[in-house]
């Protein structure tokens, strides 16, 4: 299994609370993302890095921000939660565009209450 | 822009029968074209992929899948279904040299003994 570790695995938050998720791999690849989860919706895309310091939005980036300080570590922040925001977060990676399949993490499962 | 349609959120099959899930898919560009499978409170699992040459593609637990351009589709098939095969499949589409998987909304498999 490709080295994708998220943390934490369950989370309870509140309303307006900041929140914020990470996402360690192991395989020193160069292009990591967070999906979002939700039933009838499949995964959509947050946002993706594709390398230190280089980040840009997915389809629903809004409430959400990232950082990537390292190859290996992916922020993804909640900046002041909202209930719309309880899902299910997906970190992946892959090492090349495209032809290269991308590798999940286990997810995070993210409640705000 | 790329779009993936997955036909039918729930399919139900009985042990030992022929497994078919659907995927059609929009780009305008050849695409890169994937099924992936979730088994329970998991992370995605690559099961296929399809880039360039053969258009059958052949993947992990007896899976398989046909990428048919005429028809925009790559279903995917397993000719008998096992109770391990109950999960939760997603079809993925990639364009050339783009850094982002879209999914379709997902079908959940069921086998019944």
């Known amino acids: 299994d490709a080295g994708i570790t998220q943390s934490p695995r369950h989370k309870v938050t509140e309303t307006g609370t900041p929140v914020t998720l990470r996402c360690h791999q192991t395989?020193?690849?160069?292009?990591m993302y967070w999906y979002r989860q939700d039933p009838g919706h499949g995964l959509r895309l947050i946002h993706y890095s594709y390398g230190v310091k280089d980040t840009d939005k997915g389809e629903v980036s809004d409430g959400y921000s990232v950082s990537r300080s390292k190859t290996e570590d992916f922020l993804l922040t909640l900046e002041s939660a909202t209930s719309s925001q309880t899902s299910v977060y997906f970190c992946?990676?892959?090492?090349?565009?495209?032809?290269?399949?991308?590798?999940f993490g286990q997810g995070t499962r993210l409640t705000v209450v | 822009a790329q779009s993936v349609t997955q036909l039918g959120s729930h399919v139900s099959v009985s042990e030992g029968a022929l497994v078919l899930l659907r995927c059609n898919y929009s780009s305008s560009v050849p695409p890169y074209l994937f099924w992936y499978v979730q088994y329970p409170n998991q992370g995605l699992q690559l099961l296929l992929k399809?880039?360039?040459?053969?258009?059958l593609v052949k993947g992990i637990n007896g899976f398989e899948a046909e990428f048919k351009k005429s028809e925009t589709s790559f279903h995917l098939t397993k000719p008998s279904a096992h109770m391990s095969d109950a999960a939760e499949y997603f079809c993925?589409?990639?364009?050339?040299?783009?850094?982002?998987?879209?999914f379709g909304t997902g079908t959940r498999l069921t086998v019944i003994p």
């Open positions: 992946a990676t892959n090492s090349v565009l495209a032809a290269a399949e991308a590798f």
């Open positions: 993925a589409v990639s364009e050339t040299g783009a850094n982002n998987l879209f």
């Open positions: 399809y880039t360039t040459g053969a258009t």
């Open positions: 395989e020193n690849h160069r292009y």
